[in-house]
């Protein structure tokens, strides 16, 4: 099992863009299927965001599409989410994931809080 | 929209058996939106104990089990134990998007 750890600002202004970083270790990026991001706020429940696979291919939540963006960096062995255009709505703790063969899964980040505030 | 919904609370007796259950708005469901769950207790990441429907993770103690039930997928704990109060969630696939269940706090007591 790998390890995850994201990474990124903790305070991202209104109508900015947040931006985050999962690194990798204990194993290569390209050993597992689909990397995703999940999202929670305070008090509440989980929310998925969007995954991307090994090969770069990508799924997103459709209430965030507009929005997000994922991408992989299998040089760095490393994967980013980006959200624009943030609002309050949009503070969460972000956690990072891995999920292998038949939807399995098993990795997870510890989670980072990202709050939206001017 | 697709609506994941699951029992808000539950309330389950040292040693006792529980099942969670977790539906689909868009009909019953099946292997095929390879039902996940997990554990999530204050303050940290939600452990994953089951895949696949059924299928149990190394780290997951035997009393968790997980099936389809009734046209839901389903969690059962068996011989509940005290450090089994959390939160928990179903994650279920629809093809390409995830879409987690709203979750069930469960209660030892």
């Known amino acids: 099992q790998v390890h995850l750890k994201e990474s990124g600002p903790g305070l991202v202004k209104p109508w900015g863009t947040l931006s985050l970083t999962c690194a990798v270790s204990?194993?290569?990026?390209?050993?597992?299927?689909?990397w995703s991001w999940v999202r929670q706020t305070p008090g509440k429940g989980l929310e998925w965001i969007a995954e991307?696979?090994?090969?770069?291919?990508?799924n997103y939540n459709p209430s965030l599409r507009s929005r997000v963006g994922i991408s992989i960096d299998k040089s760095k062995n490393q994967f980013s989410l980006r959200l624009a255009f943030v609002t309050a709505a949009d503070t969460a703790i972000y956690f990072c994931?891995?999920?292998?063969?038949?939807?399995?899964?098993?990795?997870w980040g510890q989670g980072t809080l990202v709050t939206v505030s001017s | 929209q697709t609506v994941v919904t699951q029992e808000p609370s539950l309330t389950v007796s040292p040693g006792g058996t529980v099942t969670l259950t977790c539906a689909s708005s868009?009909?019953?469901?099946?292997?095929?939106?390879?039902p996940n769950w997990f554990q999530q207790k204050r303050g940290h990441a939600p452990r994953a104990l089951i895949y696949?429907?059924?299928n149990k993770h190394s780290w997951t103690p035997a009393r968790f089990s997980g099936s389809l039930l009734g046209g839901k997928a389903a969690l059962t704990l068996s011989g509940v134990q005290p450090e089994d109060e959390a939160e928990y969630y179903c994650?279920?696939?629809?093809?390409?998007?995830?879409?987690f269940g709203g979750g069930t706090k469960l209660t030892v007591l």
């Open positions: 994931a891995g999920v292998g063969p038949s939807g399995r899964w098993d990795s």
């Open positions: 204990g194993g290569s990026i390209s050993n597992t299927n689909w």
């Open positions: 991307i696979y090994q090969t770069g291919g990508t």
């Open positions: 868009t009909g019953p469901v099946t292997s095929g939106y390879y």
């Open positions: 696949n429907t059924a």
């Open positions: 994650l279920l696939n629809y093809g390409g998007a995830w879409v």
